[in-house]
T-cell receptor
Framework: NAGVTQTPKFQVLKTGQSMTLQCAQD?????MSWYRQDPGMGLRLIHY???????DQGEVPNGYNVSRSTTEDFPLRLLSAAPSQTSVYFC??????????????FGPGTRLLVL | GDSVTQMEGPVTLSEEAFLTINCTYT??????LFWYVQYPGEGLQLLLK?????DKGSNKGFEATYRKETTSFHLEKGSVQVSDSAVYFC????????????FGKGTMLLVSP
């Protein structure tokens, strides 16, 4: 089991560029999510998915798009990057959908710098 | 809405010292509580969890007890090691919704030999 994988590990973008952060899991988890981590802010939820074809917004969704065409993959798209999106992005997944006690498994993160 | 408050760091300790990192929460319903740890340059990994009041989670010498009366989930370890240096996040999952986690801001722990 590779667990949760993310690519790339590090990316530099110019303002206005677009890119896709990739996330994949091989644990057959229904629930997947994207968080961003900023200094002094903890982790904040961007978007989540409860199964293929089903996504919803989290706390900070503006500027990001997601889709879930398969159980395994959950890419995060930045349509027009802004310096405020400089952050470390983590993808996570869990087996169950309901919150009670479900352990979430995190990927290693993607560090994004927008100039 | 749900929120988690944890003590600010960094917490600086000598090896073999006793560790406490305070965490309190506000939530509707009956949340599950978690401690995640992030080692330098890595993603988060679950350290321990508790799913109902008075449960004690434990792992690798760390413990935390779910106290509903004080809405707290403080992390403790009797004797820290240099290898425990990391950022520790307290989090909750509101049992009424999906598996979404609400995180505290994190507490950096630095342990010196």
């Amino acid at each position: 089991n590779a667990g949760v994988t993310q690519t790339p590990k590090f990316q530099v973008l110019k303002t206005g560029q677009s890119m896709t952060l990739q996330c994949a899991q091989d644990m057959n988890h229904e629930y997947m999510s994207w968080y961003r981590q900023d200094p002094g802010m903890g982790l904040r939820l961007i978007h989540y998915s409860v199964g293929a074809g089903i996504t919803d917004q989290g706390e900070v969704p503006n500027g990001y798009n997601v889709s879930r065409s398969t159980t395994e993959d959950f890419p995060l798209r930045l349509l027009s990057a802004a310096p405020s999106q400089t952050s470390v992005y983590f993808c996570a997944s869990s087996y169950g959908l309901q919150g009670a006690g479900e352990t979430q498994y995190f990927g290693p993160g993607t560090r994004l710098l927008v100039l | 809405g749900d929120s988690v408050t944890q003590m600010e760091g960094p917490v600086t300790l000598s090896e073999e010292a006793f560790l406490t990192i305070n965490c309190t929460y506000t939530a509707t319903g009956y949340p599950s509580l978690f401690w995640y740890v992030q080692y330098p340059g890595e993603g988060l990994q679950l350290l321990l969890k508790a799913t109902k009041a008075d449960d004690k989670g434990s792992n690798k010498g760390f413990e935390a007890t779910y106290r509903k009366e004080t809405t707290s989930f403080h992390l403790e370890k009797g004797s820290v090691q240099v290898s425990d240096s990391a950022v520790y996040f307290c989090a909750l999952s509101d049992g009424s919704g999906y598996s979404t986690l609400t995180f505290g801001k994190g507490t950096m722990l630095l342990v010196s030999p």
